[in-house]
């Protein structure tokens, strides 16, 4: 009987599909004899949607709605790419599974129901391996997961500034404050004789949201091309996702980091900063006072303490001049590659095809 392997990310930002998306052309690759499919919707639809490979539309952090689907589904497997909710549904199946978690690193405590999959999945960062639990031998720590296109293009010179979806299921809207302030700097920056033009990544409610707000009309918009646009960058403000920023990391593109949305992006600055992978970044210390608790916070709470920074620094003259200085400052501040290019050397980048060759075995794909 055929086997169909379904893969679910997370519309939680740019990080949980752009990790689904390298694993999914593997199995394309790899595997001839399954249906690969990837199911989803909204965000998760929008960044996959340059990728050739059967779409089902459902929501994806809606248990109840994926076990109905997946009853549907001959000989089903199911990957999830953070996505704890098609794990869920799964177990309660008994259909073989597998958790990426691309986040392992970051948890101070991982959360239980990243362990119940049959088979799991972490990005091998510095100290990750002493977070497996004794007696736990379903972890596989594997290279970074991210899209290995062909190297850097020279001869283009683009400044390329990538958000994600700058939208996190908490709030169910865009960041409109953060947005506000990268148009303020947007609006006021002058590239000429430095960059070739400005390349703006981001999600198709935050790039309508951005464009209301741009008087600077020379910016080229991406979505499904953003990686070969990237390649022709020679520099990326990012707020240090993981996907994102591994992605530069790899084309070895001088890569900056903008103001932080979540807690795991500042989490993972901090590891780039202790690797001296961040010459050049911005943090939200330096506009408001930020709470103390801000890291024992679940990750909702985040999302919505960090708007309200935004909303602080949006509203003021005296920090929002404050931020378009920096911001400039930031673009025009080419970083050094050589410490971004170590990292990437021991991190590795063949983590798609390590997961898949795994699960080929596990699962006699």
């Given at each position: 009987?055929?086997?169909?392997?379904?893969?679910?990310?997370?519309?939680?930002?740019?990080?949980?599909?752009?990790?689904?998306?390298?694993?999914?052309?593997?199995?394309?690759?790899?595997?001839?004899?399954?249906?690969?499919?990837?199911?989803?919707?909204?965000?998760?639809?929008?960044?996959?949607?340059?990728?050739?490979?059967?779409?089902v539309y459902l929501n994806e952090r809606d248990e109840?709605?994926?076990?109905?689907?997946?009853?549907t589904v001959e000989n089903p497997f199911v990957i999830g790419s953070q996505n704890r909710f098609c794990i869920k549904a799964?177990?309660?199946?008994?259909?073989?599974?597998?958790?990426?978690?691309?986040?392992a690193w970051f948890w101070k405590e991982i959360p239980p129901d990243h362990f119940i999959a049959d088979e799991i999945f972490w990005i091998k960062f510095p100290g990750v391996e002493n977070k497996i639990p004794q007696g736990k031998d379903n972890i596989s720590l594997v290279s970074s997961?991210?899209?290995?296109?062909?190297?850097?293009?020279?001869?283009?010179?683009?400044?390329?500034?990538?958000?994600?979806?700058?939208?996190?299921?908490?709030?169910?809207?865009?960041?409109?404050?953060?947005?506000?302030?990268?148009?303020?700097?947007?609006?006021?920056?002058?590239?000429?004789?430095?960059?070739?033009?400005?390349?703006?990544?981001?999600?198709?409610e935050a790039v309508s949201y951005l464009k209301q707000r741009l008087t600077n009309k020379n910016i080229i918009f991406v979505r499904e091309d953003y990686i070969k646009k990237l390649s022709q960058s020679s520099h990326l403000l990012t707020s240090a996702g993981v996907s994102s920023t591994l992605e530069s990391f790899y084309l070895n593109v001088p890569t900056s980091f903008l103001l932080p949305l979540n807690l795991s992006q500042m989490a993972l600055l901090d590891i780039l900063l202790k690797n001296d992978c961040a010459q050049n970044y911005l943090v939200w210390d330096?506009?408001?006072?930020?709470?103390?608790?801000?890291?024992n916070m679940i990750e909702g709470d985040v999302i919505v303490e960090i708007n309200s920074y935004a909303k602080k620094v949006d509203e003021s003259e005296d920090l929002s001049n404050k931020f378009v200085k920096n911001f400039i400052n930031l673009a025009m501040s080419v970083p050094d590659t050589s410490?971004?290019?170590?990292?990437?050397?021991?991190?590795?980048?063949?983590?798609?095809?390590?997961?898949?060759?795994?699960?080929s075995k596990k699962w006699c794909l």
């Open positions: 009987m055929k086997k169909s392997i379904i893969v679910f990310s997370n519309p939680f930002g740019y990080g949980p599909t752009g990790t689904a998306i390298p694993v999914l052309i593997s199995l394309l690759e790899k595997v001839k004899d399954a249906e690969v499919i990837f199911a989803g919707s909204g965000l998760c639809m929008e960044i996959m949607s340059g990728i050739n490979v059967k779409k109840e709605e994926i076990i109905k689907y997946l009853k799964a177990k309660k199946l008994n259909i073989p599974c597998s958790f990426i978690d691309i986040l997961i991210i899209r290995t296109p062909a190297k850097k293009v020279l001869g283009h010179k683009y400044l390329t500034i990538h958000i994600g979806g700058a939208k996190y299921p908490p709030l169910n809207q865009v960041l409109c404050f953060y947005l506000n302030l990268i148009a303020k700097g947007l609006n006021e920056i002058e590239i000429k004789g430095v960059f070739d033009g400005i390349v703006f990544a981001g999600g198709s330096d506009y408001v006072e930020v709470s103390k608790e801000l890291t410490k971004q290019k170590k990292l990437m050397k021991s991190l590795g980048d063949s983590g798609a095809d390590e997961i898949v060759d795994i699960l």
